[in-house]
Protein backbone atom coordinates (compact mmCIF):
# COMPACT_ATOMS: atom_id res chain seq x y z
CA UNK A 1 0.00 0.00 0.00
CA UNK A 2 1.42 3.52 -1.21
CA UNK A 3 1.01 5.82 1.96
CA UNK A 4 2.81 8.58 0.43
CA UNK A 5 2.92 9.17 -3.00
CA UNK A 6 5.91 10.46 -5.31
CA UNK A 7 5.26 14.37 -5.10
CA UNK A 8 6.58 16.47 -7.83
CA UNK A 9 9.14 18.67 -6.95
CA UNK A 10 9.40 21.87 -8.08
CA UNK A 11 13.06 22.28 -7.47
CA UNK A 12 13.63 21.98 -11.15
CA UNK A 13 11.22 24.88 -11.93
CA UNK A 14 13.05 27.05 -9.80
CA UNK A 15 16.33 25.98 -10.98
CA UNK A 16 15.35 26.78 -14.77
CA UNK A 17 13.91 30.21 -13.56
CA UNK A 18 16.62 31.01 -11.58
CA UNK A 19 19.27 30.35 -14.92
CA UNK A 20 16.36 32.80 -17.58
CA UNK A 21 17.34 35.23 -14.89
CA UNK A 22 20.96 34.78 -14.21
CA UNK A 23 22.97 36.59 -17.02
CA UNK A 24 25.29 34.11 -18.89
CA UNK A 25 28.28 35.72 -17.50
CA UNK A 26 27.52 35.34 -13.72
CA UNK A 27 30.23 33.05 -12.12
CA UNK A 28 27.42 30.53 -10.73
CA UNK A 29 25.86 30.25 -14.19
CA UNK A 30 27.59 27.09 -14.86
CA UNK A 31 27.10 25.71 -11.21
CA UNK A 32 23.54 25.85 -11.45
CA UNK A 33 23.68 24.59 -14.73
CA UNK A 34 25.26 21.84 -13.57
CA UNK A 35 22.72 21.38 -10.09
CA UNK A 36 19.82 21.49 -12.76
CA UNK A 37 20.78 18.46 -14.13
CA UNK A 38 21.59 16.61 -11.30
CA UNK A 39 18.06 17.23 -9.85
CA UNK A 40 16.19 16.48 -13.32
CA UNK A 41 18.56 13.14 -12.96
CA UNK A 42 17.72 12.36 -9.78
CA UNK A 43 13.60 13.13 -10.18
CA UNK A 44 13.90 10.96 -12.67
CA UNK A 45 15.84 8.19 -11.45
CA UNK A 46 13.11 8.69 -8.21
CA UNK A 47 10.19 8.10 -10.71
CA UNK A 48 11.73 5.33 -11.90
CA UNK A 49 12.00 3.95 -8.43
CA UNK A 50 8.40 4.95 -7.45
CA UNK A 51 7.01 3.04 -10.70
CA UNK A 52 8.18 -0.07 -9.56
CA UNK A 53 5.83 -0.23 -6.40
CA UNK A 54 3.27 1.31 -9.24
CA UNK A 55 3.27 -1.76 -11.10
CA UNK A 56 4.51 -4.55 -8.28
CA UNK A 57 2.13 -5.80 -5.66
CA UNK A 58 3.45 -7.55 -2.98
CA UNK A 59 1.39 -10.22 -1.27
CA UNK A 60 1.97 -9.25 2.19
CA UNK A 61 1.11 -6.25 4.45
CA UNK A 62 3.17 -3.62 3.39
CA UNK A 63 3.69 0.24 3.74
CA UNK A 64 5.52 2.77 1.06
CA UNK A 65 6.29 6.11 1.57
CA UNK A 66 8.14 8.08 -1.52
CA UNK A 67 10.06 11.36 -0.74
CA UNK A 68 9.84 10.88 3.55
CA UNK A 69 11.18 14.10 5.06
CA UNK A 70 12.07 13.36 8.82
CA UNK A 71 13.69 14.71 11.68
CA UNK A 72 15.55 13.09 14.64
CA UNK A 73 18.68 14.13 14.97
CA UNK A 74 19.17 15.87 12.18
CA UNK A 75 16.89 16.29 8.83
CA UNK A 76 17.14 13.75 7.05
CA UNK A 77 15.30 12.64 3.52
CA UNK A 78 14.74 8.78 2.20
CA UNK A 79 14.05 8.54 -1.69
CA UNK A 80 11.71 5.23 -1.08
CA UNK A 81 11.59 3.86 2.41
CA UNK A 82 8.96 0.52 2.64
CA UNK A 83 7.98 -0.90 5.94
CA UNK A 84 6.58 -4.52 6.73
CA UNK A 85 6.89 -6.58 9.62
CA UNK A 86 10.74 -7.61 9.00
CA UNK A 87 11.68 -4.36 9.42
CA UNK A 88 12.42 -1.09 7.23
CA UNK A 89 13.87 -0.45 3.81
CA UNK A 90 15.56 2.27 3.31
CA UNK A 91 15.96 2.76 -0.28
CA UNK A 92 18.45 5.57 -2.12
CA UNK A 93 18.18 6.02 -6.50
CA UNK A 94 21.60 6.81 -8.15
CA UNK A 95 21.18 7.85 -11.86
CA UNK A 96 24.22 8.43 -12.87
CA UNK A 97 25.09 7.86 -16.78
CA UNK A 98 28.60 5.83 -17.94
CA UNK A 99 30.42 3.24 -16.51
CA UNK A 100 30.65 2.88 -12.62
CA UNK A 101 33.92 2.35 -10.45
CA UNK A 102 33.88 2.30 -6.54
CA UNK A 103 36.75 2.99 -5.12
CA UNK A 104 38.14 1.10 -2.41
CA UNK A 105 40.37 3.78 -1.04
CA UNK A 106 37.33 6.59 -0.43
CA UNK A 107 33.74 6.52 0.00
CA UNK A 108 33.41 7.87 -3.51
CA UNK A 109 32.79 6.28 -6.93
CA UNK A 110 33.60 7.45 -10.33
CA UNK A 111 31.98 7.51 -13.61
CA UNK A 112 33.21 6.93 -16.84
CA UNK A 113 31.60 8.62 -19.81
CA UNK A 114 31.66 6.87 -23.84
CA UNK A 115 33.97 9.99 -24.51
CA UNK A 116 36.10 9.31 -21.57
CA UNK A 117 35.42 11.98 -19.18
CA UNK A 118 35.57 10.50 -15.62
CA UNK A 119 33.70 12.10 -12.96
CA UNK A 120 33.62 11.54 -9.38
CA UNK A 121 30.54 10.98 -7.23
CA UNK A 122 29.77 10.77 -3.21
CA UNK A 123 29.10 6.65 -2.81
CA UNK A 124 25.79 5.87 -1.68
CA UNK A 125 26.45 4.26 0.95
CA UNK A 126 27.60 7.48 2.54
CA UNK A 127 23.98 8.72 2.16
CA UNK A 128 22.87 5.28 3.21
CA UNK A 129 24.30 5.19 6.24
CA UNK A 130 23.54 8.61 7.13
CA UNK A 131 19.86 7.75 6.28
CA UNK A 132 19.82 4.91 8.62
CA UNK A 133 21.53 6.39 11.74
CA UNK A 134 19.25 9.36 11.79
CA UNK A 135 16.03 6.72 11.28
CA UNK A 136 17.25 4.78 14.00
CA UNK A 137 17.44 7.76 15.97
CA UNK A 138 13.88 8.91 14.83
CA UNK A 139 12.58 5.14 16.10
CA UNK A 140 14.49 5.32 19.19
CA UNK A 141 12.87 8.26 20.28
CA UNK A 142 9.23 7.07 19.39
CA UNK A 143 10.21 3.82 21.36
CA UNK A 144 10.67 1.45 18.28
CA UNK A 145 13.06 -1.09 17.58
CA UNK A 146 12.89 -1.94 13.76
CA UNK A 147 15.62 -3.64 11.73
CA UNK A 148 16.36 -0.97 9.03
CA UNK A 149 18.02 -2.76 5.85
CA UNK A 150 19.46 -0.22 2.87
CA UNK A 151 19.62 -0.57 -0.59
CA UNK A 152 20.66 1.42 -3.54
CA UNK A 153 19.01 1.60 -6.44
CA UNK A 154 20.61 2.08 -10.19
CA UNK A 155 17.56 2.96 -12.35
CA UNK A 156 19.20 2.05 -15.62
CA UNK A 157 19.45 -1.60 -16.14
CA UNK A 158 22.05 -1.46 -19.20
CA UNK A 159 25.10 0.40 -16.65
CA UNK A 160 27.79 -1.51 -16.20
CA UNK A 161 29.96 -1.80 -12.81
CA UNK A 162 33.54 -2.20 -13.20
CA UNK A 163 33.35 -3.53 -9.24
CA UNK A 164 31.11 -3.90 -6.20
CA UNK A 165 31.43 -2.86 -2.99
CA UNK A 166 30.91 -5.57 -0.90
CA UNK A 167 29.14 -3.91 2.21
CA UNK A 168 26.38 -2.26 -0.14
CA UNK A 169 23.44 -3.59 -2.07
CA UNK A 170 22.86 -2.75 -5.73
CA UNK A 171 19.37 -3.28 -7.19
CA UNK A 172 18.39 -2.01 -10.50
CA UNK A 173 14.50 -1.37 -10.71
CA UNK A 174 13.60 -4.66 -11.51
CA UNK A 175 15.32 -6.71 -8.80
CA UNK A 176 13.64 -4.52 -5.95
CA UNK A 177 10.19 -6.73 -5.55
CA UNK A 178 13.24 -9.99 -5.41
CA UNK A 179 15.31 -8.23 -3.04
CA UNK A 180 12.07 -7.22 -0.71
CA UNK A 181 10.31 -10.81 -1.00
CA UNK A 182 13.80 -12.38 0.07
CA UNK A 183 13.59 -10.20 2.92
CA UNK A 184 9.94 -11.05 3.61
CA UNK A 185 11.15 -15.20 4.26
CA UNK A 186 13.02 -13.55 7.40
CA UNK A 187 11.39 -13.49 10.89
CA UNK A 188 8.94 -11.28 11.74
CA UNK A 189 9.99 -8.20 13.98
CA UNK A 190 6.79 -6.72 14.73
CA UNK A 191 3.04 -7.44 14.43
CA UNK A 192 0.77 -5.97 12.13
CA UNK A 193 -0.88 -3.48 14.73
CA UNK A 194 2.62 -2.32 15.64
CA UNK A 195 3.20 -1.58 11.89
CA UNK A 196 0.20 0.04 10.75
CA UNK A 197 1.07 2.68 14.28
CA UNK A 198 4.64 3.06 12.71
CA UNK A 199 3.05 3.93 9.71
CA UNK A 200 0.70 6.58 11.02
CA UNK A 201 3.44 7.95 13.30
CA UNK A 202 6.29 8.29 9.73
CA UNK A 203 2.95 9.45 8.38
CA UNK A 204 2.14 13.00 10.94
CA UNK A 205 5.89 12.96 11.06
CA UNK A 206 6.42 13.87 7.72
CA UNK A 207 7.14 17.84 6.65
CA UNK A 208 7.51 18.78 2.88
CA UNK A 209 10.95 19.46 1.81
CA UNK A 210 11.08 23.05 0.92
CA UNK A 211 14.12 24.30 -1.69
CA UNK A 212 12.65 28.05 -2.06
CA UNK A 213 14.32 30.40 -1.86
CA UNK A 214 16.82 29.38 -3.86
CA UNK A 215 19.54 32.69 -4.52
CA UNK A 216 20.02 32.56 -0.44
CA UNK A 217 21.67 29.07 -1.15
CA UNK A 218 23.64 30.37 -3.80
CA UNK A 219 25.10 33.55 -2.49
CA UNK A 220 23.38 35.66 -5.24
CA UNK A 221 22.30 39.03 -4.62
CA UNK A 222 18.41 39.98 -5.76
CA UNK A 223 20.06 42.52 -7.69
CA UNK A 224 22.50 40.27 -9.64
CA UNK A 225 19.08 38.91 -11.33
CA UNK A 226 17.03 40.38 -14.63
CA UNK A 227 14.10 41.84 -13.12
CA UNK A 228 10.47 42.16 -15.52
CA UNK A 229 8.20 39.84 -16.33
CA UNK A 230 9.10 37.94 -19.27
CA UNK A 231 7.74 37.32 -22.72
CA UNK A 232 6.40 33.35 -22.75
CA UNK A 233 7.12 33.71 -26.43
CA UNK A 234 9.87 35.32 -27.08
CA UNK A 235 11.84 35.59 -23.98
CA UNK A 236 12.33 39.04 -23.69
CA UNK A 237 12.10 40.84 -20.30
CA UNK A 238 10.37 43.84 -19.27
CA UNK A 239 6.59 43.47 -21.01
CA UNK A 240 4.81 46.47 -20.40
CA UNK A 241 1.73 46.56 -18.16
CA UNK A 242 -1.10 48.19 -20.11
CA UNK A 243 -5.20 48.20 -19.90
CA UNK A 244 -5.02 45.70 -17.54
CA UNK A 245 -2.75 43.07 -19.80
CA UNK A 246 0.78 42.50 -20.48
CA UNK A 247 2.55 43.95 -24.27
CA UNK A 248 5.87 42.42 -25.56
CA UNK A 249 8.15 45.13 -27.19
CA UNK A 250 9.92 42.51 -29.35
CA UNK A 251 7.22 40.25 -30.88
CA UNK A 252 4.13 42.18 -30.19
CA UNK A 253 2.42 39.25 -27.79
CA UNK A 254 -0.17 40.27 -25.71
CA UNK A 255 -0.60 38.13 -22.64
CA UNK A 256 -2.76 39.39 -19.82
CA UNK A 257 -1.90 36.63 -17.82
CA UNK A 258 2.08 37.65 -18.04
CA UNK A 259 2.78 38.59 -14.01
CA UNK A 260 1.75 34.79 -13.27
CA UNK A 261 5.13 34.04 -14.24
CA UNK A 262 6.69 36.87 -12.52
CA UNK A 263 5.52 36.13 -9.40
CA UNK A 264 6.28 32.59 -9.14
CA UNK A 265 9.84 33.87 -9.70
CA UNK A 266 9.88 35.77 -7.03
CA UNK A 267 9.06 33.80 -4.64
CA UNK A 268 10.90 30.31 -5.72
CA UNK A 269 14.11 32.96 -6.80
CA UNK A 270 14.14 35.40 -3.87
CA UNK A 271 11.44 35.47 -1.19
CA UNK A 272 8.17 34.28 0.25
CA UNK A 273 7.84 37.74 1.48
CA UNK A 274 6.81 40.91 -1.25
CA UNK A 275 5.82 43.96 -0.74
CA UNK A 276 4.32 46.83 -3.12
CA UNK A 277 7.95 48.50 -3.56
CA UNK A 278 9.60 45.55 -3.82
CA UNK A 279 6.66 43.92 -6.60
CA UNK A 280 6.89 47.04 -8.46
CA UNK A 281 11.13 46.90 -8.61
CA UNK A 282 10.71 43.38 -10.13
CA UNK A 283 7.90 43.78 -12.41
CA UNK A 284 9.48 47.28 -13.21
CA UNK A 285 6.16 48.85 -12.95
CA UNK A 286 5.95 52.39 -11.74
CA UNK A 287 2.93 53.08 -10.50
CA UNK A 288 1.95 51.76 -6.92
CA UNK A 289 -1.51 51.44 -7.28
CA UNK A 290 -1.50 49.40 -10.65
CA UNK A 291 0.73 47.09 -8.52
CA UNK A 292 -1.54 46.76 -6.24
CA UNK A 293 -4.07 45.88 -8.16
CA UNK A 294 -2.33 43.28 -9.90
CA UNK A 295 -1.30 41.73 -6.36
CA UNK A 296 -4.71 42.05 -4.81
CA UNK A 297 -6.21 40.09 -8.05
CA UNK A 298 -3.38 37.18 -7.29
CA UNK A 299 -5.46 36.61 -3.77
CA UNK A 300 -2.19 36.42 -1.89
CA UNK A 301 -2.28 36.34 2.20
CA UNK A 302 -0.85 39.44 3.54
CA UNK A 303 -0.21 41.19 6.67
CA UNK A 304 -0.53 44.85 7.49
CA UNK A 305 -2.59 47.74 6.62
CA UNK A 306 -1.93 50.40 3.04
CA UNK A 307 1.94 50.96 2.76
CA UNK A 308 2.68 48.38 4.95
CA UNK A 309 1.30 45.45 3.77
CA UNK A 310 3.64 42.78 3.07
CA UNK A 311 2.12 40.03 0.75
CA UNK A 312 3.39 36.44 1.91
CA UNK A 313 3.54 33.56 -0.37
CA UNK A 314 4.45 29.60 1.06
CA UNK A 315 5.53 26.40 -0.45
CA UNK A 316 1.47 25.61 -0.99
CA UNK A 317 0.74 29.02 -2.39
CA UNK A 318 3.67 28.23 -5.22
CA UNK A 319 2.64 25.52 -6.15
CA UNK A 320 -0.61 26.60 -6.92
CA UNK A 321 0.44 29.36 -9.22
CA UNK A 322 2.53 26.83 -10.59
CA UNK A 323 -0.57 24.96 -11.92
CA UNK A 324 -2.19 28.06 -12.76
CA UNK A 325 1.34 28.97 -14.93
CA UNK A 326 0.57 25.47 -16.02
CA UNK A 327 -2.65 25.92 -17.24
CA UNK A 328 -1.65 28.96 -18.73
CA UNK A 329 0.75 27.30 -21.36
CA UNK A 330 -1.78 24.42 -21.94
CA UNK A 331 -4.46 27.03 -23.25
CA UNK A 332 -1.69 28.61 -25.14
CA UNK A 333 -1.36 25.60 -27.08
ZN1 LIG B 1 7.93 38.81 -26.93
Not at 7 to 35: F, M
Not at 144 to 166: E, G, W
Not at 256 to 281: C, G, Q, V, W
Amino acid sequence: MIIKEKTNSLKAVGLEALLRRLPKSHPRYADIESELRITRAGDNGERILADVFKKYQFPFEHYIFHDLNLQSTGKFQVDTLFLFQQGAVIMEVKNIAGQINFREDYNQLTRTLENGQVDSFECPSVQLERNKMLLEDWFHTHHLSIPIYQAAVFPRPQQQFVNHRKDLTLLFPLEIPVYLRRLHSFHNTTDLINLKDVTNKLRRAHCEYDPFPLISRYRIHPSELISGVCCAQCGFFGMQSLHGSWACHQCKNVDPLAHIDALLDYFMLIDYRLSNKTAREFFRVSDDQKMKRILRKMELPNEGEKRGRVYVANLEFVKKLYESSRSKVMKRR
